[in-house]
C-alpha cells in the first residue's frame, strides 16, 4: 500500500519508532478521560427525554407546571375460593388500620371508605397509598410499609401481597445488577480463555483484553462530556460495554495476528509491523468507521434513548480505532518476540509453512462448485430469513422481567382482577384552575363516558397537582396494555371520549399518556424513521467500501450478504421467541413477541459489526489480486489467510453475545441471540461458503468500476515493505501459533 495515502501505516510506523511516547501518550489519555468522568457527571435522560409523541407532551405539561409524581404503591388482599368473604374482610381491616398508623404512609384509599377497589368477582380489593415525603427518598420509606404488610398477611390466611413502583424496584434491582455483573464476569474469562486458544501464548492473549479494556474505560470517561449533548441512560453504558470489548478484541487480534504472520514469514520485526500496520492497520480504520457510520443512523430516530446510545457506541469505536492505530503497535513494538511468553504447553505450534486442513479442504470445494455453494448457502440464510416476515412487534412490559419474582407474580395477579389497573392510561388536564366547576364537571363525565364505553374500568382516579394548573385522571383500559383491545380503548379514549368532555372545556389542555399510548407513539415513529435509518446506513457503507476497494460489485455483494445474514438472525429470533424453538435452552418459559426497539438497533449494530470480517476479507483478497493474482486464486489466498483469524474474532463476539442470553429480562435474551447469530453466520456461511462462491462465480466482474468514477482515489492493499518471501506472487497460507482448536485443524 502507498506508504504516502495509507494513513493506518503512517501512524502505525510513527508508533512503532516511538514507543514510549505512544505508549505513555494512550495512558495520559485513559486516565484524563477517567478524572473527566469523575468529575463531570454524566447528564441522564429526563422522564420526557425517554418518551415521545403525545406522551412526551404530558410530561412536558406535567414537569411545566412542577407535578412531583408521588411513590405510590398498592396491596391486593385476595382470597381463595372456598375462604369465607369475612376472613379477607378482617385482614383487610387489619390492613388499613396499620397503614393509616404508619408514618410513611399517605393518602390511603380503600373499600373501606368506599371507593370502587373492589374485584368484579368480589375475591379481590385493592388498598392505595403514597409514601410520604420526598419521592426520590421512597426507597428508603418504604422498608416499615413492607414490614407492616408481611405482618399482616402473616396473621391472615388470605393473599396480603404489595406492588407499587419504589417495591418493584427494590425487587428487580438486585435481581438486575446480579445478570449484568454475571456478564459482564463470564466475558472477560471467555474472552482470554479463546484467545488463549488463539494464541497459545499469555502475553499474547492478555494484549487484546488489556487493550479493549483501556479503552472501553476512556470512552466511559469521555460519555461523561458527550451526555451533556446527548443524554444517555443505563443502556448506553451497558451496549458501551458489549460493543466495546466486542471491537477492541477484534482490531487488536487481527493487528496482532498478522504481525506473527509476517514474522513466521521471515520478516524482521520492523517489516513485520510495517506490513500490519498497512494492510490489518488499513483494514481497522476502515471498518471502524463503517461501525461508527452504521451506529451514526441512530441519530435519525429522532428518539432520545437511541441517540444516547449512538453516541456512547460511536465513542468506544473511535477509541478503539485510535488505539489499534497507535499504543498497539507501541506495545507489540515493545514486546517484540516476548509476546510469546508463557505459552501454554499443551497446546502444539503449527509450522509456519503448513496450513490448517479444514478451511482449505471446505474453500477449495466451494470453488470447484460455486453455483451449488451459493444455492446452498444463500438458500439456508433465506430459508432461515422467512420466519422474520411474520415478526410481531410489542412495547417492552412487565412480561420482559423475571417472572418468578414475587413482586411481578403480584403485578400479574393484580391486572387478572383489575384489568388496566396497574398501568391504567393517563390523561393529564392543564386548565387555569382545574378545581374549577366547569373542568371537574367535564372530569366526572369523562369518568361516566369510559365506563359506560365498556373500554375502560374501575378505578377510575383523579389526582390535582399543588399549583392547582394541572390534574390527572387515571382510567385502566381493557386488556394486557399491548392487545389490540388496549389500543381501541386508547382511541376511543383519546379521539372520542377526551375531546367531547375535559377537551371541550375553553383554556383547557388535555394530553392522553401512558403505557399503551408510548407504545403506540413509539410504532409511529419507528414506522415513519426506520426506512430513513436503513437507506442511510446502507447509502453510506457503500460509498466507504466503493472508495476503500475502487469497485461496485465489491461493495453492493458485501451489502448483500450482511443484510442476509440480519434477516437470518431475525428469522431465528422468531422462531425462538415467537415459535418457542429451543426456548427452554435459554430459559424462557413461554413465547413472547419482539421486543419492537430490537430491530432497528439490532440492523444498526450487526450491519456495523459485520463489517469487520468482510472488510478484513476483503482486504486479504484485494492485497492478493494487486500482487498480480487471478481472481480465484486472490479469494482462495485472502480467505484461507484469513481463515484463523477471523474464527477467532467470531468465537469471541458469539460467546460475549450470548453471556446476555443468560440475563433475567427478554430482551436481553433477544439482543444477545441475535448478535449471536448473526455474527455466527456472517463469519461461517457467508465467509467461507457464499462469499467466495459469489466472487468465484462473478469472476474479474468483481473488480468493476465505471469509467466516470476512474478519479476515485487508488488505495492499494499489498504491505508497504514486504520482506523477500511475501514478494514471491505465490498463494501464502496461515500461519504461525495459531491451534488447531480454532483452526480445525
Known sequence: MDGSRNIAGRVGRWSARHRKTAVLGWLAFVLAAVAVGAFVPQAQLTSAEQTIGEPARAQQILDENGWEEAASEMVLVQREDGVPEAAATAALTDLVDELRATPEVTNLVSPLDGAPLVSADGRSALVTFDLAGDPDDAAEQIAPVQDVVAAVAAE?????????????????????????????????????????????????????????????????????????????????????????????????????????EERAKGAGPVDALDIAAATSGHSVLISGITVMVAMAGM????????????????????????????????????????????????????????????????????????MVAAVVAGGALVGLAVPAVSMDLRAEGVQDLPQDLAVIQTYNRITEAFPGGPSPAEVVVEAPDVTAPQVQAAIAALRERALASGQMNEPIAVEAGDSGTVAVVSVPLVGDGEEQASRDALATLAGELVPATVGAVDGVTAVVTGGTAYSVAFDELMAERTPWVFGFVLVLAFLLLLVSFRSVTVAVTAIVLNLLSVAAAYGVMVLVFEEGVGAGLIGLDGTSAIVNWIPLFLFVILFGLSMDYHVFILSRIREARDRGLATRDAVAQGITSSAGVVTSAAVIMVFVFLTFVTLSMTSMKQI??????????????????????????????????????????????????????????????????????????
Open 299 to 370: 441519530f435519525l430516530t429522532g428518539f432520545s434513548v437511541f441517540t444516547g446510545v449512538a453516541s456512547a457506541t460511536i465513542l468506544v469505536v473511535a477509541c478503539s480505532v485510535l488505539g489499534s492505530l497507535t499504543v498497539l503497535p507501541a506495545m507489540m513494538a515493545w514486546l517484540g518476540d516476548r509476546v510469546e511468553k508463557g505459552r501454554l504447553p499443551f497446546l502444539r505450534r503449527r509450522a509456519a509453512d503448513r496450513p490448517g486442513r479444514f478451511w482449505p479442504v471446505v474453500l477449495g470445494a466451494v470453488l470447484r462448485r460455486p
Open 156 to 260: 391472615h390466611d388470605v393473599r396480603v401481597e404489595q406492588f407499587g413502583g419504589t417495591s418493584a424496584d427494590l425487587a428487580l434491582s438486585d435481581t438486575l445488577d446480579a445478570d449484568f455483573q454475571r456478564a459482564e464476569l463470564l466475558s472477560i474469562p471467555i474472552i482470554l480463555a479463546v484467545l488463549l486458544l488463539t494464541f497459545g501464548a499469555l502475553v499474547a492473549a492478555l494484549l487484546p483484553l488489556v487493550f479493549a479494556l483501556s479503552a472501553f474505560v476512556g470512552a466511559l470517561g469521555l460519555l461523561s462530556l458527550t451526555s451533556q449533548i446527548w443524554h444517555v441512560d443505563q443502556t448506553a453504558s451497558i451496549v458501551m460495554l458489549l460493543i466495546g470489548l466486542a471491537v477492541g478484541v477484534d482490531y487488536s487480534l487481527f493487528y496482532l495476528k498478522r504481525e506473527r
Open 672 to 745: 444477545g441471540l441475535g448478535l449471536a447469530v448473526a455474527v455466527l453466520l456472517d463469519a461461517t456461511v457467508v465467509r467461507a461458503l457464499l462469499l467466495p462462491a459469489v466472487m468465484q462465480l462473478l469472476g474479474e466482474r468483481n473488480w468493476y468500476l465505471p469509467r466516470w468514477l476512474a478519479w476515485l482515489p487508488s488505495v492499494r492493499h499489498e504491505p508497504v515493505a514486504a520482506p523477500p518471501a511475501a514478494a514471491v506472487p505465490v498463494p501464502r497460507r496461515e500461519v504461525v501459533d495459531e491451534p488447531l482448536v480454532l483452526s480445525a485443524d
